[in-house]
Nanobody, 114 residues
């Protein structure tokens, strides 16, 4: 099981930027696809972005053009650069590794508010 630790969340004004990081344990990071999800209380967890081991990326329509997922295999870390943040981006952000997609981090809170 891969251990994942997210960081980088915080409070930011609308239109601002944040970069989230997710550090992974183990030697198989480079073989895994990595994903960022987010969850608002009372709602289902939402897939935000995915990056494959080959660095192919996919994004939710709601974040396309604003968020960028990337990875640094030398650091066992995946990033989520979030620009032009909106109030509706407020959520707890989680990273996830797979297959088999059973490893989750503890989450990091992102709050977008004026």
């Amino acid at each position: 099981q891969v251990r994942l630790v997210e960081s980088g969340g915080g409070l930011v004004q609308p239109g601002g930027s944040l970069r989230l990081s997710c550090a992974a344990s183990g030697s198989i990071f480079r073989l895994l696809s990595m994903a960022w999800h987010r969850q608002v209380p009372g709602k289902q967890r939402e897939l935000v972005a995915v990056i494959s081991s080959g660095r192919s990326t996919n994004y939710a329509d709601s974040v396309k053009g604003r968020f960028t997922i990337s990875r640094d295999n030398a650091k066992n870390t995946v990033y989520l650069q979030m620009n032009s943040l909106k109030v509706e981006d407020t959520a707890v952000y989680y990273c996830n590794a797979g297959p088999p997609w059973s490893s989750w981090g503890q989450g990091t809170q992102v709050t977008v508010s004026s």
